[in-house]
T-cell receptor
Framework: DTEVTQTPKHLVMGMTNKKSLKCEQH?????MYWYKQKAKKPPELMFV???????INESVPSRFSPECPNSSLLNLHLHALQPEDSALYLC?????????????FGSGTQLSVL | QKEVEQDPGPLSVPEGAIVSLNCTYS??????FMWYRQYSRKGPELLMY????GNKEDGRFTAQVDKSSKYISLFIRDSQPSDSATYLC?????????????FGAGTQVVVTP
């Protein structure tokens, strides 16, 4: 299994809603990531979890709250988002060791904030 | 100045032609070089990974790295319409970069039948 699975594929939410994005991988990777990608732009790193601990937070607003319940799962909790937060949210994972730069991405969640 | 420069295109080629993509970078500490392919509204897919100067070939794809010129390239031979996608270069600094890759802007490629 070489897949990173993200759900839901599409999400529409209002600015007062609370929703969660989910990500799962079964490759034994010990690092997991959240990226945000706007149309025709490269992915931007948001959070990195290494061994289930948050190791990098790229100054992301607190309305985005990550959670890593175990080594295979990664969640992104969303609350009080703004329309400018509409984007493709990508989860990725990588293995430990000398090839931890190799990121395996999921298909993403296309988020629209109304 | 961005650390990684990549022409966003679009680059349109006829089926069967060679597609040539490139990125330049400014930080000589970069050691790891990758190319990702991204179809519309999908996640990026890793195509090529290399950490040394020279060429690396995988099927119709060849990645080339010239560290002295800080220049990387991706060539796609015998291009197919299914190769139509955005191609992103991504560069990492050390083995501890943990996803802190520097992505190029991505080049949109269109292969016409």
């Amino acid at each position: 299994d070489t897949e990173v699975t993200q759900t839901p594929k599409h999400l529409v939410m209002g600015m007062t809603n609370k929703k969660s994005l989910k990500c799962e991988q079964h490759m034994g990777h010990r690092a997991m990531y959240w990226y945000k990608q706007k149309a025709k732009k490269p992915p931007e790193l948001m959070f990195v979890y290494s061994y289930e601990k948050l190791s990098i937070n790229e100054s992301v607003p607190s309305r985005f709250s990550p959670e890593c319940p175990n080594s295979s799962l990664l969640n992104l909790h969303l609350h009080a988002l703004q329309p400018e937060d509409s984007a493709l949210y990508l989860c990725a994972s990588s293995q430990e060791g000398t090839e931890n730069e190799k990121l395996f991405f999921g298909s993403g969640t296309q988020l629209s904030v109304l | 100045q961005k650390e990684v420069e990549q022409d966003p295109g679009p680059l349109s080629v006829p089926e069967g032609a060679i597609v040539s993509l490139n990125c330049t970078y400014s930080n000589s500490a970069f050691q790891y070089f990758m190319w990702y392919r991204q179809y519309s509204r999908k996640g990026p897919e890793l195509l090529m990974y290399t950490y040394s100067s020279g060429n690396k070939e995988d099927g119709r794809f060849t990645a080339q790295v010239d560290k002295s010129s800080k220049y990387i390239s991706l060539f796609i031979r015998d291009s197919q319409p299914s190769d139509s996608a955005t191609y992103l270069c991504a560069i990492g600094e050390t083995t501890d970069s943990w996803g802190k890759l520097q992505f190029g802007a991505g080049t949109q490629v269109v292969v016409t039948p």
